[in-house]
């Protein structure tokens, strides 16, 4: 029987402070999307996000799906310009969507 793993909870996201230390000391980029996939010759972007509202201090929710600054910038400098097809998912089923739309229009 497969009994899944409890991890220990980290209250003070120390742990993923440390998983971005080394994110950047790889070479990570402020704005890059999480994945590039490159189909037919042709490079697609996906951006992670979780599939909460994602609302400003205000309250009032964000057209944004939860993008950074950084990612709002690279966006508009870089993918819109160039034509790139991307992608915000938030579950497996939009990722999924994400890829049957991609092959579709190769």
């Known amino acids: 029987n497969y009994v899944p793993l409890k991890r ?6 120390l742990k993923a402070q440390i998983q971005g ?6 070479g990570r980029l ?6 590039s996939l490159i189909i037919g010759g042709i490079i697609n ?3 992670v996000k979780t599939p909460k509202v994602h609302r400003t201090s205000k309250g009032v929710e964000t057209k944004s799906r939860g993008m950074s600054e ?3 910038k690279f ?3 870089y993918i819109v310009p160039m034509k790139i097809r991307f992608a915000v998912v938030s579950s497996v089923a939009d990722f999924e969507n994400f890829i049957w739309f991609l092959k579709k229009t190769q």
């Open 8 to 13: 220990p909870e980290d209250k003070t996201g």
């Open 21 to 26: 230390a080394k994110y950047n000391r790889m």
């Open 30 to 35: 402020k704005g890059v999307p999480d994945l």
């Open 45 to 47: 972007y996906i951006e």
């Open 70 to 72: 950084e990612q709002i």
């Open 75 to 77: 966006h508009d400098t």
